[in-house]
Nanobody, 116 residues
Framework: QVQLVESGGGLVQVGGSLRLSCAAS????????MGWYRQAPGKQRELVAQ???????NYADSVKGRFTISRDADNNTAFLQMNSLKPEDTAVYYC??????????WGQGTQVTVSS
């Protein structure tokens, strides 16, 4: 049963932009936070950005000022606008939906590749 569907990844040159989208199934109830994580080859998965239902937003230091997360709570959808992309942003990006009881749902991942 598909719970989260991601889209928007791809290949882009240094300095370019991409917009990721994540649509969560309506069967996921009581989502508190939605976020994006990424995992590069040989590295651990890391938080990129997260937005909570009350509006609080967290960003990794490495993406502050370049990435913007937003959310359409009515439609259980989250977006990640990525600008000024760098080669070190290359990774598989995963969407996460976390409920109020701290249960996590993950997307299948979307590849982002930044070429120099």
């Amino acid at each position: 049963q598909v719970q989260l569907v991601e889209s928007g990844g791809g290949l882009v040159q240094v300095g370019g932009s991409l917009r990721l989208s994540c649509a969560a199934s309506k069967t996921i109830f009581s989502i508190n936070a939605m976020g994006w994580y990424r995992q590069a080859p040989g590295k651990q998965r890391e938080l990129v950005a997260q937005i909570h239902s009350g509006g609080r937003i967290n960003y990794a230091d490495s993406v502050k000022g370049r990435f913007t997360i937003s959310r359409d709570a009515d439609n259980n959808t989250a977006f990640l606008q990525m600008n000024s992309l760098k080669p070190e942003d290359t990774a598989v990006y995963y969407c996460d939906a976390r409920t109020w009881i701290q249960q996590d749902y993950w997307g299948q991942g979307t590849q982002v590749t930044v070429s120099s």
